[in-house]
């Protein structure tokens, strides 16, 4: 039992270890939970500017449809960093956000906000 103490924050790093995820599926990850925050939020989808079809939307604007999409500006670390209020219910993506969380997400990072409001410069 001793030696498992000793070697948990060794067992714990490694357990969560892996190639990060393209820049394309973080992009993606990010329009499905703006879009499904934006279906219980009426404020949220008013800001991003939405069509019909949120997802459609936003993978046209952003570019991020494509596998081969790479974050140039706002930074992949930037919108990672942005991304941490979306992630409250977890990693799936089964719950949205809260709406607080998803007008934090807009608020506090208007360059990212930008990006997905816009599209790509």
């Known amino acids: 039992m001793r030696r498992l103490i000793r070697w948990w924050p060794l067992i714990c790093l490694t357990a969560c270890s892996g190639p990060d995820a393209p820049d394309a599926a973080v992009c993606r990850d990010v329009v499905v939970r703006l879009c499904r925050s934006a279906v219980a939020c009426p404020g949220v989808a008013v800001q991003l500017d939405l069509?019909?079809?949120?997802?459609?939307?936003?993978l046209q604007r952003t570019g991020c449809e494509g596998d081969a999409f790479a974050f140039a500006s706002p930074s992949r670390?930037?919108?990672?960093?942005?991304?941490?209020?979306?992630?409250?219910?977890?990693?799936?993506?089964?719950?949205?956000?809260?709406?607080?969380?998803?007008?934090?997400?807009?608020?506090?990072?208007?360059?990212?906000?930008?990006?997905?409001?816009?599209?790509?410069?």
């Open 51 to 58: 069509g019909l079809s949120c997802e459609a939307t936003l």
């Open 77 to 121: 670390e930037r919108v990672l960093e942005c991304r941490e209020p979306l992630l409250s219910w977890g990693m799936s993506t089964d719950h949205p956000p809260t709406c607080a969380d998803a007008t934090r997400f807009l608020t506090e990072c208007p360059d990212v906000a930008g990006f997905f409001r816009e599209g790509q410069p």
